[in-house]
């Protein structure tokens, strides 16, 4: 799977997720759908990083670099 898809997916699950909110009448202002889906994005970006790099360490430089 390559990455721009599986950032589709998570886009995708996301948006259903807001559906299902707005369905139960939760309310969310746009600015903060904006950054909750930069969130989801980052962690899984953070995520498959961590999950692929031979060190199980991150430096400030290399979280600087990805933002």
Not at 37 to 52: E, G
């Amino acid at each position: 799977m390559t990455k721009s898809r599986k950032k589709l997916e998570h886009v995708a699950n996301f948006n259903k997720i807001l559906d299902d909110l707005e369905n139960i009448e939760v309310e969310l202002e746009d600015k903060n759908k904006a950054s909750l889906l930069l969130n989801v994005l980052l962690f899984v970006h953070f995520k498959d990083m961590l999950l692929f790099k031979e060190e199980q360490t991150i430096t400030l430089k290399e979280v600087q670099t990805l933002i």
